[in-house]
């Protein structure tokens, strides 16, 4: 018998990072990048790109960074923080790091350098001290004269010895002419000429080099500047004992630094490797970075770290405060408590950390057949990155998509008259024949995909906003968080569209093998990765942990199928541990049980149910989904949707109380706030106003749908409407009654607010009577309230402060200054993005805020549980 001998390289592996995509994060990144670049994603925002230590969290931040620097032109900066252990040493390198790369890329024209001119002069003027830098300023300013009159002599001299000789060579010639008459003087004059032709031909030649020269000379100003004025000898010479006083001075320089170097466009700064530092030190660099930040230059950090570990090292960091923390769950369970305990300081170093980042990411594992595909790369690779380059497949082609990002600058972006609640089907799948010819040269899988969830990303659905209010209770209510729910949730859609997570896959036999993915099932998962995102290492070991808790919270009505089952499920401790988090099983069971139409039973909803949900196709990596020209089998979302009902008439009992509110002259605004001044004397006309805020029973009575929160009682005011919701409204409720109804502006709101009055409230100045007349945050039990049970304002109308907030006509402007005095609303657009006023405080608000001058804002596509209105109309 003969055997074959084996055979194993001889080589080493490389462990460094890498900008070649051997593990399949290539649509990871695209969607990533494309999400950043939107131009309606406003910086500053910071990504935190998260994996455990040897996950290739590195290698996808590179290869992020080459795709942001070579395919999109961006400026990127990197920067390794782990290298300085403290503070100080921090911001001095990565101030140093930062100017050093983005000066690098040449200037291109005569204003960009004027403008990185006096910006650079001004942050080198601000840190000048005349004491211990007189002298420096003196050898400067001799040298900058020195440099001057050098530059002036040669100029001149330049210019001035062609002339000379040209006017002294003319006579010479003349006399060269003579010469020949007189041949003993003939050799003198050719030479003489000769010297005169060689002279200015020298002259001229160095006249046109030094023009040639003169950008060399100068050089790249951002470089001289740097040098010239000493800027970094300023940036390592600052007082850093000061820490105060310095963060704020580091703000400052940071944010002209960016404005001289960069000017409007964006900067992508890479700062990999938090975890790696000792753990004493990671949290302190962690609080740096956070520190450093600024709010307002363009700038996107993109952080590199192990989340488990930095907040492990809060943990120990306060774990003196972590001791004084209440806990979530309730349970007196000796297990369920131990490990609350142990897992409450992990849980305070997730929330500190939520602070600074918006957008986390966590980097998919790699699955068994990626490593394969892997190791065979390992395997055939050369030394260098080119051949392993090579090696790989063409790039695919995805979906374009546009999707901006909420800093609450955008969000639900629906038309006023747009009443699709559906997700809308658009068909983009016009390719050309090369795209076609290279799709069919991809291997076609042997199982059936069909796309299940039509995406287009103009604008979130009604679907999108459901979500939203579903997951809102378990994000206790809490404004950022529900800013980075929808950030990451809206990530999360482009990665799923792109990876193919919402395609259905079928074997020959029309058997599922794959259950797609629903927009439900991924606002829960998103949620739950924000809220407790130490359920996620526990779901990397029990991957059906989801599963059972939904199925011990809804039995009978789940898969469990008899009580043996049951206490088997009681005995598992991870779901006894997380069935003792109320807000965490409300969230996973909500949605999930409907009523069926044929017998009236209680049945699962598959589109809000986790049990079907694969955790694995959600960490791990999932190829992109390649377009083909054949449209794929199309099935609409079949989500449980509110749908507008065609209100032909108003019902009998329908009534809109008005009161007519006199015309006349008033003192708007106050000194208390800059957004309040400058005060100013406004006449208004007469006109009518809604007794109270427009109510659920009225809404639902024009519009045949109630999209509030609080609902239960139908004299509660509408809340959940946006600003063109309510615009909707007057529209319709116009078409019905045959009156011109509108929003009030926000004159004729703090006009009819005051009924007469100059005080802080419509009763006085003092807020301890604020009780008797409005719901706010000591009284409404967080929650909104029947309109007119409190006392009403002098001129009979109800509600003015607090319960909800009111929308007003105008667009937001930070002050008064250039505002109409006649009462007429204050408008320049009604885009999707723009502002617009909100008056009167909400049962989540303090005094402060139902004062009759206080004034808000949110954006006109924007809905909350806090916000309703009031009709108006005018009086002809």
Same mark, same amino acid.
């Given at each position: 018998m003969s055997y074959s001998p084996e055979s194993v390289r001889?080589?080493?592996?490389?462990?460094?990072?890498?900008?070649? %995509?051997?593990?399949?994060?290539?649509?990871?990144?695209t969607a990533i990048a494309h999400f950043l670049l939107n131009k309606e994603t406003q910086p500053p925002l910071t990504l935190s790109i998260e994996g455990k230590w040897g996950s290739g969290k590195s290698s996808f931040m590179k290869q992020l960074e080459k795709y942001l620097r070579e395919n999109k032109q961006q400026r990127t900066v990197w920067f390794n923080a782990w290298r300085h252990d403290k503070a100080e040493a921090v911001w001095t390198a990565f101030a140093l790091s930062f100017i050093k790369q983005i000066s690098t890329p040449p200037v291109q024209t005569r204003q960009a350098y004027y403008q990185i001119f006096l910006e650079c002069l001004k942050l080198a003027k601000s840190h000048f001290d005349l004491k211990k830098g007189w002298l420096d300023l003196l050898k400067t300013v001799a040298i900058a004269l020195f440099i001057i009159w050098i530059a002036f002599f040669v100029i001149c001299a330049t210019l001035a010895i062609p002339f000379i000789l040209l006017i002294d060579g003319i006579e010479r010639f003349k006399l060269f002419l003579q010469a020949f008459k007189h041949p003993d003087q003939l050799l003198q004059a050719f030479l003489y000429l000769l010297g005169i032709a060689g002279s200015g031909t020298l002259s001229l030649t160095g006249l046109l080099i030094l023009f040639k020269k003169l950008p060399t000379i100068i050089g790249n100003p951002k470089i001289n500047l740097i040098k010239h004025f000493n800027f970094i000898k300023y940036l390592k010479s600052l007082d850093y004992q000061k820490q105060s006083a310095f963060i704020e001075e580091f703000h400052e320089d940071f944010a002209k630094?960016?404005?001289?170097?960069?000017?409007? %466009?964006?900067?992508?700064?890479?700062?990999d490797d938090l975890d790696r530092c000792e753990n004493s030190k990671s949290a302190d660099l962690m609080q740096a970075i956070n520190l450093m930040i600024a709010d307002d230059p363009p700038v996107v950090f993109i952080l590199g770290m192990d989340r488990q570990k930095i907040a492990a090292s809060l943990a120990v960091k306060y774990e003196n405060i972590v001791a004084y923390l209440p806990s979530e769950t309730l349970e007196i369970d000796p297990d369920i408590l131990a490990r609350s305990s142990a897992s409450k300081g992990l849980a305070y170093g997730y929330t500190f950390i939520e602070k600074f980042v918006q957008l986390p990411f966590q980097v998919p594992q790699p699955s068994q057949a990626d490593f394969e595909r892997f190791f065979d790369k390992l395997g055939t690779s050369s030394s260098s990155n080119a051949s392993l380059s090579k090696s790989l497949p063409p790039p695919p082609k995805f979906r374009s998509f546009h999707l901006s990002l909420s800093d609450p600058k955008t969000s639900r972006k629906t038309s006023p008259t747009n009443q699709k609640k559906m997700l809308i089907v658009?068909?983009?799948?016009?390719?050309?024949?090369?795209?076609?010819?290279?799709?069919?040269?991809?291997?076609?899988?042997?199982?059936?995909?069909?796309?299940?969830?039509?995406?287009?990303?103009?604008?979130?659905?009604?679907?999108?906003?459901d979500i939203v209010m579903m997951v809102a209770p378990a994000l206790d209510y809490n404004p950022r968080r529900i800013k980075q729910f929808i950030n990451v949730f809206r990530l999360k859609v482009c990665i799923a569209d792109m990876t193919g997570l919402f395609f259905e896959e079928k074997n020959n036999e029309q058997e599922i093998i794959n259950h797609h993915l629903t927009l439900q099932q991924l606002g829960k998962f998103t949620a739950i990765s924000l809220r407790w995102p130490l359920l996620l290492l526990d779901l990397e070991i029990d991957s059906q942990l989801l599963r059972k808790l939904q199925d011990f919270v809804l039995y009978p009505h789940s898969t469990v199928s008899s009580p043996e089952e049951l206490e088997e499920l009681e005995r598992d401790k991870n779901v006894r541990y997380w069935n003792s988090y109320h807000k965490l099983k409300e969230l996973i069971t909500y949605g999930c049980l409907e009523t069926s139409e044929e017998d009236q039973?209680? @049945?699962?909803?598959?589109?809000?149910?986790? =049990?079907?949900?694969?955790?694995?196709?959600?960490?791990?990596?999932?190829?992109?989904?390649?377009?083909?020209?054949?449209?794929?089998?199309?099935?609409? @979302?079949?989500?449980?949707?509110?749908?507008?009902?065609?209100?032909?008439?108003?019902?009998?009992n329908f009534k809109l109380e008005m009161v007519e509110i006199p015309g006349g002259k008033f003192i708007m605004g106050s000194d208390e706030y800059n957004s309040?001044?400058?005060?100013?004397?406004?006449?208004?006309?007469?006109?009518?106003?809604?007794?109270?805020?427009?109510?659920? =029973?009225?809404?639902?009575?024009?519009m045949g749908t109630n999209p509030s929160h609080f609902a239960g009682n139908p004299q509660r005011p509408v809340e959940n409407v946006s600003w063109f919701d309510s615009q909707t409204f007057c529209e319709k409720l116009s078409e019905l009654t045959g009156q011109k109804y509108r929003l009030p502006t926000e004159a004729e709101w703090e006009y009819a607010c005051r009924a007469g009055t100059q005080t802080r409230f419509s009763f006085g100045d003092d807020d301890s009577q604020l009780g008797d007349y409005a719901w706010f945050k000591d009284?409404?039990?967080?929650?909104?309230?029947?309109?007119?049970?409190?006392?009403?304002?002098?001129?009979?109308?109800? %509600?003015?402060?607090?319960?909800?907030?009111?929308?007003?006509? %105008?667009?937001?402007?930070?002050?008064?200054?250039?505002?109409?005095?006649?009462?007429?609303?204050?408008?320049?657009?009604?885009?999707?993005?723009? =502002?617009?006023?909100?008056?009167?405080?909400?049962?989540?608000d303090v005094p402060w805020s139902c004062r009759s001058a206080y004034r808000d804002r949110y954006y006109a596509v924007y809905w909350f549980n806090l916000i309703g209105f009031r009709v108006a109309l005018f009086l002809f």
């Open positions: 001889n080589v080493g592996v490389s462990d460094q990072a890498t900008g070649v %995509d051997s593990l399949g994060f290539k649509p990871y990144v630094i960016v404005k001289a170097y960069i000017g409007d %466009d964006r900067v992508f700064v890479f700062i658009k068909n983009k799948k016009m390719m050309s024949q090369a795209k076609k010819e290279e799709v069919d040269k991809i291997e076609k899988p042997k199982n059936q995909l069909s796309e299940r969830i039509k995406l287009t990303f103009e604008g979130d659905s009604s679907t999108v906003r039973t209680l @049945q699962i909803n598959p589109n809000f149910s986790l =049990a079907t949900l694969k955790i694995g196709r959600l960490l791990q990596v999932s190829p992109p989904i390649v377009q083909a020209t054949v449209e794929p089998i199309i099935e609409t @979302q079949t989500a449980p949707v509110k749908i507008t009902s065609l209100i032909t008439s108003l019902p009998t309040e001044k400058p005060i100013h004397k406004v006449t208004v006309n007469a006109f009518k106003i809604g007794k109270y805020p427009v109510t659920q =029973a009225q809404y639902e009575a024009v009284n409404s039990g967080n929650r909104t309230h029947p309109v007119g049970e409190k006392k009403a304002n002098p001129w009979g109308l109800y %509600d003015m402060h607090g319960n909800v907030w009111e929308w007003c006509e %105008d667009s937001w402007h930070e002050n008064y200054k250039n505002a109409p005095n006649n009462g007429s609303s204050w408008n320049e657009n009604h885009s999707q993005t723009s =502002a617009k006023i909100l008056r009167g405080g909400s049962w989540f």
